[in-house]
């Protein structure tokens, strides 16, 4: 095993609270150990253009609270050309990184996978990501502040919604995952969930609605994960609108605000923990894998493995609940 002496950490895709705690636990773990860090910003982009900064302990001062990423972030369409890749290995080599931190979802990992494969250059990966999406880990970092920002929403939209005996339909973020339109609805206390891991078909949503009418519901709040398959809160409110021409349908898209804000507590003792473990497994010799937290234990899970399964990570349990509190 070649000693590790320099390591490059960098954030990649949508930015996600917490990403600032986890390159400050890299960047402070990496300095305790005595090695060079170096930042890469806009993660893959600026791999490939060698835009990089060389950091210490106190260029992640004061950075634990801020949500974002001082590293920034970009979505890099040239780093999945093998050509890309040369380059952003040309630039790593030229500063003298001979391990990498990658802190993002799973086009993040997808990119470390390559890359460490192509070049033989060791990878660790941190689960970052609202959307709670990724195998090999039961949170990931900016999961729970977002569902907090979340319900402070809800909340605050209940108050108009029973004030003037509205139906508010809010759609939440998740293109693939329901994670936060399942918490955050159990949460909050809404009426339905609509979630794209179980088909809730409009027509089950509007005998729902029925039966609360008939219950003397007043209002109501419905929460729809983005990626639901019923075409989106606008088209969902549209046909319920059709069917209840008497009841006061209101949107509301909550979008990127979900994404900011400082990070709560469990992401940042998260994140310190992710962070923390990358650059140890790095020094131990582990590769190419993603830290995560199992039952509140730090594992790592090969790439391979975290990129090939996936995890059913809607709580079974918390679905049957729901239910029976919207009855
Ligand atoms: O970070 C994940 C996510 O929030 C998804 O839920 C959403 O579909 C997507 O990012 C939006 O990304 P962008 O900022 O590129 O529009």
New binding site residues.
């Given amino acids: 095993m070649k000693k590790i002496t320099k390591i490059g950490v960098f954030t990649s ?2 930015d ?1 609270p917490g990403m600032n705690a986890a390159i400050r636990a890299v960047v402070r773990t990496a300095k305790y150990n005595d090695l060079d860090v170096t930042g890469i910003y806009r993660g893959y982009e600026g791999m490939i253009e060698g835009d990089f900064v060389e950091m210490n302990r106190r260029s992640v001062s004061s950075i634990i609270q801020k949500g974002g990423t001082i590293l920034k972030s970009a ?1 890099c369409l040239e780093f999945r050309t093998p050509e890309g890749r040369a380059k952003a290995f040309e630039n790593l080599k030229a500063q003298g990184i001979d391990a990498l931190v990658a802190i993002g ?1 799973d086009g993040t990992f997808t990119g470390a996978e390559i890359l460490s494969k192509e070049y033989d250059i060791p990878v660790m990966c941190i689960p970052g ?3 709670n999406d990724l195998y090999g880990s039961d949170y990931t970092l900016g999961y729970d502040t977002a569902n907090n920002t979340v319900i402070e929403a809800i909340d605050k939209i209940r108050d108009t919604a029973s004030s003037h005996n509205r139906v508010f339909f809010i759609e939440v ?3 693939d ?1 329901g994670c936060i339109a399942l918490n955050a609805g159990v949460a909050g206390g809404a009426e339905a969930i609509l979630l794209p891991e179980v088909e809730t078909g409009i027509d089950q949503l509007l005998e729902e609605i029925g039966f609360a009418e008939e219950r003397k519901k007043t209002s109501m709040i419905v929460i729809i994960a ?1 990626g639901d398959k019923n075409g989106g809160a606008y088209n969902i409110s549209k046909q319920v609108k059709e069917k209840f021409p008497h009841l006061d349908v209101k949107v509301s898209i909550l979008g ?1 605000l ?2 900011g804000g400082s990070p709560s507590s469990f992401d940042r003792v998260l994140a310190t923990r992710m962070g923390y473990t990358a650059v140890n497994e790095l020094l131990k010799g582990n590769s190419r894998a993603t830290v995560g937290l199992r039952g509140n234990q730090m594992i790592t899970t090969p790439l391979e493995e975290a990129l090939s399964k996936k995890e059913f990570k809607l709580d079974e349990e918390l679905l049957e609940i729901a239910n029976v509190m919207n009855k």
């Fill in positions: 895709g949508g996600a979505r979802g990501t609202i959307d973020m998740g293109r995952s983005e990127h979900q994404r």
